[in-house]
């Protein structure tokens, strides 16, 4: 039994669900993800851990509610248990020996980031973190990202919070400046990693992106996730998420994002019209 021990809503669209699984607490890492199904007759859903306790056994996931998936993994209560619960999956983000990062995030991707900011600073990595959000509505996670970085950026696209602007403005400052990063770690939408890998490249600064394309098994096998990376085919699931977003070809995985769109809104209007049932 995968029991929802804790739930928080982080934004009107945002959920936090901390879950006892003390198997995959045991052994995740940050930049792992696990896959989950809310029923039995769910999707499978990828979502990168977003925090463990080893101790107490439980696993935090946040997700973002836009399909049928999301929308059923959002109807569950404290008390009551996920179908599926399946990870830890993926390769963890590689971080030892890093001295000085820049921890990028945008939107719910700043629940990806945060695991990795925080496993950064435990082992004495001086972190920069950098997140972005439409407007003050959206901000998440803010109180955990200060707690774990020497410098902490909040930009928004309309100024309603922090800083007016979008990401890519003080992290080109940052480097400008002279902030002399061994790495920046960047997750997000796909369009803001790809913009940010057009802001690092120029100043030959490593840059890894999680690619967090639609997965299925989890495993390689049904090659829903590959995306082109370096000229070759990788599969984000188990050669990732993590990639030198110097290789990535982000025009196609964008291109690729958009192809599901469709069965997504048919997936979403279907769920919506089986809950109004239910009301009535």
């Known amino acids: 039994m995968f029991t929802i021990i804790k739930r928080r809503e982080l934004n009107p669209t945002v959920t936090e669900l901390w879950i006892h699984a003390p198997l995959i607490a045991k052994k995740a890492k940050a930049g792992q993800f696990i896959i989950v199904r809310a029923k039995e007759d769910s999707e499978r859903i990828p979502l990168t851990i977003a925090g463990f306790d080893r101790e107490a056994g439980t696993v935090s996931i946040i997700f ?34 890093l ?9 719910v991707g700043c629940a990806i980031a945060l ?47 922090g800083e007016k602007g ?47 394309p639609i997965m299925v098994d989890g495993t390689g096998m049904c090659g829903g996730c590959r995306l082109t990376v ?25 291109h690729r994002g958009t192809m599901y769109k469709p069965f997504e809104a048919h997936a979403r209007e279907a769920e919506c019209n089986l809950l109004k049932q239910e009301v009535q």
């Not at 188990?238 to 995985?253: H, L, Q, R, Y």
Request: hydrophobic content about 40%; overall charge negative.
């Open 64 to 97: 973002q509610v836009v399909g049928a998936g999301t929308m059923q993994l959002n109807s569950l209560k404290e008390g009551e248990a996920v179908h599926d619960f399946v990870g830890p999956l993926g390769k963890a983000t590689e971080i030892e020996g």
């Open 99 to 107: 001295k000085n990062v820049c921890v990028v995030g945008g939107g």
């Open 115 to 161: 695991p990795i900011a925080q496993a950064l600073h435990e082992q004495g990595t001086k972190v920069t973190g950098i997140v972005g959000f439409r407007n003050k509505d959206l901000v998440i996670l803010e109180d955990e990202f200060r707690a774990c970085c020497d410098e902490f950026i909040i930009m928004t696209d309309d100024g309603s919070y």
């Open 166 to 212: 979008v990401v890519t403005a003080p992290l080109e400052k940052k480097i400008v400046e002279g902030a002399n990063f061994d790495e920046v770690i960047t997750i997000g939408p796909l369009i803001m990693m790809k913009f940010v890998v057009k802001t690092t490249k120029p100043h030959n600064v490593k840059t890894v992106v999680s690619m967090n």
């Open 230 to 254: 370096g000229g070759q085919t990788k599969f984000a699931c188990v050669d990732g998420p993590d990639f030198d977003g110097f290789e990535v070809d982000f025009d196609e995985a964008m």
